[in-house]
């Protein structure tokens, strides 16, 4: 398949550019730059443009005749979308819409959207399923929710438009090659700061709230490796091109570890220690967060190779310890805090 990939260039679709070349499709990358690198992608086609760009993205279809879209493009920072509502609406809703819009009118009817567990907010329960309420608590859960409201009412019910939306919860890790990983400028991710921190980037690292009811007191998330997130857009492009309705399925591990088990993790693998700074909780941050991920296990056939912390940690590492200032291609205009 002749695949076009929107926001390649950034840290989950430079790993799925690779697996689709990988599994023998075609990976079009089509990244505007703000936020990914360059070097990120290697033998792939790259266009520079922008999902605001509706002549270049048809004329991007037409030219590598695209059969399906895997649609990464946006910005993800909670802090920032909370200071920047209007950036976030216009670049996340306006311009998944103008994509969209531009498949839909060059005959691309093929979709996998990256969607966010930010879309449930603070659940009653965990495991999250997808059926749960949707109540983001903030600007950029909302901004995506937005977008899988489209995608449902406009352009599958109007236009049949076939697509998958996955609910990535933490993407960490890097692909076991060391040459592609996370380089988000600033950081906001919890295993990166992490690393950084080992390798005296970092003085050490917060923990936002020490007194959860959780066994060490500490947050628990569900941490998935990149390179798993990466294996399931093939998968859903496999299933739409075989039939499969349009659906949302969570995307993550199926278990949690605490923030204190994460940093453990990393000083076992980096073999340096880090210095924890103890701090409040956060507003609207919950004590448990995991992916119900039964559906896509079932549905898809996609199940994890990575469960062990210490396995994922050990591929981020190597990217880190490799490439300590990332891709090498800071810019000053980013203003991404959370
Ligand atoms: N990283 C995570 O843990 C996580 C979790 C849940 C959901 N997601 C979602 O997954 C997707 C990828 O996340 P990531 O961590 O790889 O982000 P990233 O910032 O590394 O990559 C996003 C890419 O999109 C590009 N981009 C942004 N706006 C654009 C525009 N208007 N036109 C063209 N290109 C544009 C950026 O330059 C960047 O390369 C995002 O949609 C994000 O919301 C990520």
Same mark, same amino acid.
């Given at each position: 398949?002749?695949?076009?990939?929107?926001?390649?260039?950034?840290?989950?679709?430079?790993?799925?550019?690779?697996?689709?070349?990988?599994?023998?499709?075609?990976?079009?990358?089509?990244?505007?730059?703000?936020?990914?690198?360059?070097?990120?992608?290697?033998?792939?086609?790259?266009?520079?443009?922008?999902?605001?760009?509706?002549?270049? &993205? $048809? /004329?991007?279809?037409? *030219?590598?005749?695209?059969?399906?879209? =895997?649609?990464?493009?946006? @910005?993800?920072?909670? #802090?920032?979308?909370?200071?920047?509502?209007?950036?976030?609406?216009?670049?996340?809703?306006?311009?998944?819409?103008?994509?969209?819009?531009?498949?839909?009118?060059?005959?691309?009817?093929?979709?996998?959207?990256?969607?966010?567990?930010?879309?449930?907010?603070?659940?009653?329960?965990?495991?999250?399923?997808?059926?749960?309420?949707?109540?983001?608590?903030?600007?950029?859960?909302?901004?995506?929710?937005?977008?899988?409201?489209? &995608? $449902? /009412?406009?352009?599958? *019910?109007?236009?049949?438009?076939?697509? =998958?939306?996955?609910?990535? @919860?933490?993407?960490? #890790?890097?692909?076991?090659?060391?040459?592609?990983?996370?380089?988000?400028?600033?950081?906001?991710?919890?295993?990166?700061?992490?690393?950084?921190?080992?390798?005296?980037?970092?003085?050490?690292?917060?923990?936002?709230?020490?007194?959860?009811?959780?066994?060490?007191?500490?947050?628990?998330?569900?941490?998935?490796?990149?390179?798993?997130?990466?294996?399931?857009?093939?998968?859903?492009?496999?299933?739409?091109?075989?039939?499969?309705?349009?659906?949302?399925?969570?995307?993550?591990?199926?278990?949690?570890?605490?923030?204190?088990?994460?940093?453990?993790?990393?000083?076992?693998?980096?073999?340096?220690?880090?210095?924890?700074?103890?701090?409040?909780?956060?507003?609207?941050?919950?004590?448990?967060?995991?992916?119900?991920?039964?559906?896509?296990?079932?549905?898809?056939?996609?199940?994890?190779?990575?469960?062990?912390?210490?396995?994922?940690?050990?591929?981020?590492?190597?990217?880190?310890?490799?490439?300590?200032?990332?891709?090498?291609?800071?810019?000053?205009?980013?203003?991404?805090?959370?």
């Amino acid at each position: 398949m002749n695949v076009l990939v929107t926001g390649g260039a950034g840290y989950i679709g430079s790993h799925t550019v690779r697996m689709l070349e990988k599994a023998g499709h075609r990976a079009i990358v089509y990244d505007d730059l703000s936020k990914g690198h360059r070097a990120a992608v290697k033998n792939s086609v790259f266009v520079q443009g922008s999902l605001f760009d509706s002549r270049l &993205l $048809a /004329e991007t279809i037409r *030219r590598h005749a695209i059969d399906a879209v =895997i649609h990464f493009a946006a @910005f993800s920072c909670v #802090g920032e979308s909370m200071e920047k509502p209007q950036e976030y609406y216009h670049n996340n809703v306006e311009g998944s819409l103008n994509l969209f819009e531009a498949m839909v009118a060059e005959g691309v009817g093929t979709l996998v959207f990256s969607s966010t567990a930010a879309v449930y907010g603070e659940p009653e329960t965990t495991p999250i399923t997808e059926d749960m309420a949707k109540n983001p608590t903030n600007v950029y859960g909302r901004t995506k929710l937005a977008v899988e409201t489209a &995608l $449902a /009412e406009q352009y599958s *019910r109007v236009y049949g438009l076939k697509y =998958i939306t996955l609910r990535y @919860f933490n993407a960490c #890790g890097a692909d076991a090659a060391g040459d592609i990983g996370e380089d988000h400028d600033p950081e906001t991710h919890l295993v990166p700061l992490i690393l950084q921190a080992c390798l005296g980037k970092r003085s050490g690292i917060k923990i936002f709230g020490t007194d959860y009811s959780t066994p060490d007191g500490t947050c628990i998330r569900d941490y998935i490796h990149v390179n798993d997130l990466a294996a399931a857009h093939l998968l859903a492009l496999d299933a739409l091109a075989g039939g499969h309705r349009s659906d949302v399925y969570n995307l993550g591990n199926g278990q949690g570890f605490s923030v204190q088990e994460v940093i453990d993790a990393a000083e076992a693998v980096s073999g340096r220690s880090v210095r924890r700074e103890l701090a409040g909780p956060r507003a609207g941050d919950p004590a448990v967060l995991i992916a119900g991920a039964a559906k896509i296990r079932r549905e898809l056939g996609w199940k994890p190779e990575y469960t062990d912390m210490k396995d994922i940690i050990g591929t981020a590492w190597r990217w880190h310890l490799a490439h300590p200032d990332g891709y090498g291609d800071k810019r000053e205009d980013l203003g991404c805090r959370n």
